[in-house]
């Protein structure tokens, strides 16, 4: 009984501290499927529509390197990390990279 008390408070420690790191950002993968001035819409890779709302304080990185929102097209694969801010999705860095095919 000791046993499984320590493992479940070890395991909600580790859950803790993975949520701390990520400081409560949300991650949204998948590709662009429409992009406007103020927003990405993401086809995840669970096939689901999601919209982000893009800030002047989102950051852009194409390839691991500096980039811009018109760097951003439709069809590129992302990575988004966003903030639940009243209500809405908010971009704080969208990491990209174009589709290749083979």
Avoid: N, P, W
């Avoid at 499927?33 to 995840?44: D, N, Q, R």
């Amino acid at each position: 009984m000791k046993r499984r008390i320590l493992v479940t408070v070890l395991l909600l420690s580790c859950i803790t501290l993975i949520a701390r790191a990520h400081e409560g950002m949300i991650h949204v993968m998948g590709v662009v499927t429409a992009l406007s001035h103020k927003s990405v819409t993401v086809e995840t890779t669970d096939k689901k529509s999601v919209e982000v709302v893009l800030a002047d304080t989102t950051t852009y990185e194409k390839a691991k390197k500096a980039a811009t929102r018109a760097d951003l097209k439709i069809g590129d694969r992302v990575v988004i990390h966003a903030m639940k801010m009243k209500g809405v999705l908010q971009a704080h860095t969208v990491q990209f990279s174009e589709v290749t095919t083979h």
